[in-house]
């Protein structure tokens, strides 16, 4: 089957780092993508991985480990605009390029 | 910029009509999706498209139906709607599978 765990919701501190994680168990991979969505809008595209490591993009790094079916969303130096749900999305190729969304992270910065 | 407009932001219909969605692209893409998304679901694929007049099923295609009859146009069909399809609907496009999906701005449609 498929299955993406991520946290329902978290909070921090503006100005603050926060890890946000997600587990995945996909039959097939072909590559991680990470999407942010502010309330009432689209979801925008933040990261793709599809090789283990660390891929940094600014304030916003993603990481993977393939083998331990595991990802995760590092934001730094939290600002208020970060209060928004985090997207985990698996390509699973298994399934002609499904792709399969977690149920998201609702993170909210106080300040 | 990419951008993926969708037909309507709110749409409501009665039970057993017969519902059209449509989603236009303006930057070539090859791909595009069609999502529901619900609250502690989160986004679930209904149908895709990966050329004009393809298609492949979801994870939810029970109850759906998509035209693709130009590459720009990918339309979701819902031949007799049913309170239980009532949620938000966003259609996406993208390059090729392993880019970015960039988002239209979804139909909220309420089945009464």
């Known amino acids: 089957g498929q299955n993406i765990d991520q946290p329902t919701e978290m909070t921090a501190t503006e100005g603050a780092i926060v890890q946000i994680n997600c587990t995945y168990q996909?039959?097939?991979?072909?590559?991680l993508f990470w999407y942010q969505q502010h309330a009432g809008e689209a979801p925008t595209f933040l990261s793709y991985?599809?090789?283990?490591g660390l891929e940094e993009k600014g304030r916003f790094s993603s990481f993977l480990s393939r083998s331990k079916g595991y990802s995760y969303l590092l934001l730094k130096e939290l600002q208020m605009k970060d209060s928004a749900s985090y997207l985990c999305?698996?390509?699973?190729?298994?399934?002609?390029?499904?792709?399969?969304f977690g149920p998201g992270t609702r993170l909210s910065v106080l300040p | 910029d990419v951008k993926v407009t969708q037909s309507s932001r709110y749409l409501v219909k009665r039970t057993g009509e017969k519902v059209f969605l449509e989603c236009v692209q303006d930057m070539d893409h090859e791909n595009m999706f069609w999502y529901r998304q619900d609250p502690g679901l989160g986004l679930r694929l209904i149908y895709f498209s990966y050329d004009v007049k393809m298609k492949e099923k979801g994870d939810i295609p029970e109850g759906y139906s998509v035209s693709r009859e130009k590459k720009e146009r990918f339309s979701l069909i819902l031949e007799s709607a049913s309170t239980n399809q009532t949620s938000m609907y966003l259609c996406?496009?993208?390059?090729?599978?392993?880019?970015?999906?960039?988002f239209g701005p979804g139909t909220r449609l309420t089945v009464t």
């Open positions: 996909t039959s097939g991979f072909n590559g």
């Open positions: 991985n599809v090789l283990d």
């Open positions: 996406a496009s993208s390059l090729s599978y392993t880019y970015e999906q960039y």
């Open positions: 999305a698996v390509m699973d190729d298994n399934y002609g390029q499904n792709f399969v």
